[in-house]
């Protein structure tokens, strides 16, 4: 691990202060940063330690519920604000890590986890994420654990968080503050695709801090599912996840959600395949068609194109269990 100076401000104007001096990475849980600065992979010259900062909220916010940056992910898992309005984010919070990792872990860090690409993670390669212009490794390389959606040339990593996958279905909204002052960016627009810049993970700012999510007053608490495919059930990322939410009336759909991760370089969601579920019958039929569209511009590199028929089946089977359940209120 490379020296940096270590900074701990006593509140947010500090912190982006703090940033602002270029060079530098905030911490908050710590579970990707330090890993990544042992590596080498990520070399601050700051570490702006944030664990002061009063963000560890969970409240109602409007006809909505805020949760702040600084809160553990095993907290937001287990409130009950969460688990009664938000049960889908409480299921893929849950789906991720293990118990003393969510312990640790903060939805901000969550929101900013870089991906476990094993090329990215590898100083000793090329990897245009984390040297830009210095090539992907993974194109001919080992690709089982990348992405089939949204890839460029420049890079096919995938978005590693579960958490992530939720809220893109339940669209979050996500609160900075930054040099410029306060602002709020819908979840869809906070991730990047990779294009020719896949080093740039969301829409952040130099010196920006997420403050907060911001979750909306639906939160599809009757039918949904959170499914993640994974090699081992205990602590393992996601080959392919599915997050499904539907409103429904008797047994049609009036209004469906549908986020992935594993495939793409962020969460991914497809607005006119739910729109191909809508007004429709909650049948396999639907759903079938709902994943072939979802998947229509798909493309495997090799050790990966198993991907494909396995998102699918996965979206057919979050969407049926989606429509079957019921929560206990």
């Known amino acids: 691990m490379k020296p940096f100076t270590y900074v701990r ?62 809160a553990r992910n095993s907290a937001v898992a287990t409130h009950p604000l ?49 040297a830009p212009g210095s090539g992907c490794s993974a194109l001919d390389g080992y690709t089982r654990s990348h992405a089939i959606l949204g890839t460029s040339e420049s890079c096919i990593a995938t978005h590693p968080s579960d958490m992530c996958v939720a809220l893109a279905a339940l669209e979050a909204s996500v609160r900075i503050a930054g040099p410029d002052g306060e602002r709020a960016i819908a979840f869809a627009d906070f991730h990047r695709l990779p294009g020719d810049t896949p080093h740039l993970d969301t829409t952040l700012g130099a010196g920006e801090l997420i403050t907060a999510v911001d979750l909306p007053a639906e939160g599809f608490a009757d039918h949904y599912a959170y499914l993640k495919v994974r090699d081992r059930t205990s602590y393992a990322f996601a080959l392919v996840s599915v997050a499904a939410a539907l409103r429904m009336t008797g047994e049609t759909i009036v209004e469906a959600r549908l986020a992935l991760g594993g495939v793409a370089h962020k969460p991914w969601r497809d607005p006119s395949a739910e729109a191909l579920l809508q007004d429709q019958p909650a049948t396999r039929e639907s759903f079938q068609r709902a994943a072939e569209h979802v998947l229509r511009d798909a493309q495997g590199f090799g050790h990966n194109t198993f991907k494909i028929e396995l998102a699918k089946r996965a979206i057919v089977r979050a969407l049926s269990d989606a429509a079957g359940r019921e929560a206990t209120r």
Not at 82 to 105: C, D, F, H, I, K
Request: proline share 5%; glycine share 10%; hydrophobic share 45%.
């Open 82 to 130: 969460v688990v009664e309005r938000y049960p889908l984010l409480a299921q893929a919070l849950l789906a991720g890590a293990s118990q003393q990792v969510r312990n640790m872990a903060t939805v901000g860090g969550n929101l900013l986890q870089r991906t476990r690409c094993p090329y990215f993670r590898d100083v000793g390669v090329a990897c245009n994420k984390r």
């Open 9 to 70: 401000p006593a509140d947010a104007r500090a912190a982006i202060a703090a940033a602002g001096e270029g060079g530098a990475s905030f911490l908050a849980g710590g579970t990707t940063l330090v890993d990544l600065m042992r590596l080498e992979v990520m070399t601050p010259s700051a570490v702006v330690d944030l664990s002061p900062l009063p963000l560890t909220q969970i409240e109602r916010a409007g006809d909505g519920v805020r949760i702040g940056a600084m």
